[in-house]
């Protein structure tokens, strides 16, 4: 399951993730997750080298505090284990827009 993206407002800027935070519901299977960045939706999108990866497991998970930045992002969150489920419940993201002088290298 993808999420995003989360994309800059100007192609002079950038958006940096700060934090993020998952809730998953009780009882659920771990989930890996793995945020892409790129200069466009497209390019993040289609990424194959994740910047950051982890695992989170049922209820609320501590908060992951590497950073981000690029002017387009997305989480993408998975489980390849055959007879596992996950139940996605929330995402606490905190993120901001970045000036011109951040967009040079996202």
Same mark, same amino acid.
């Given at each position: 399951?993808?999420?995003?993206?989360?994309?800059?407002?100007?192609?002079?800027?950038?958006?940096?993730?700060?934090?993020?935070?998952?809730?998953?519901?009780?009882?659920?299977?771990?989930?890996?997750?793995?945020?892409?960045?790129?200069?466009?939706?497209?390019?993040?999108?289609?990424?194959?080298?994740? #910047?950051?990866? &982890?695992?989170?497991? $049922?209820?609320?998970?501590?908060?992951?505090?590497? =950073?981000?930045? /690029? @002017?387009?992002?997305?989480?993408?969150?998975?489980? #390849?284990?055959? &007879?596992?489920?996950? $139940?996605?419940?929330?995402?606490?993201?905190?993120? =901001?827009?970045? /000036? @011109?002088?951040?967009?040079?290298?996202?």
């Amino acid at each position: 399951v993808y999420l995003g993206p989360i994309e800059a407002g100007s192609q002079l800027s950038s958006v940096r993730i700060d934090e993020i935070q998952s809730v998953l519901a009780r009882g659920s299977d771990d989930v890996d997750f793995d945020l892409y960045r790129g200069v466009s939706a497209e390019q993040a999108y289609r990424n194959t080298t994740a #910047t950051f990866s &982890g695992t989170w497991s $049922a209820g609320r998970n501590r908060s992951e505090r590497r =950073k981000i930045r /690029g @002017r387009a992002i997305y989480l993408k969150m998975s489980n #390849t284990s055959v &007879g596992e489920t996950w $139940a996605f419940e929330e995402l606490l993201c905190m993120y =901001k827009e970045t /000036g @011109r002088s951040a967009a040079r290298s996202p």
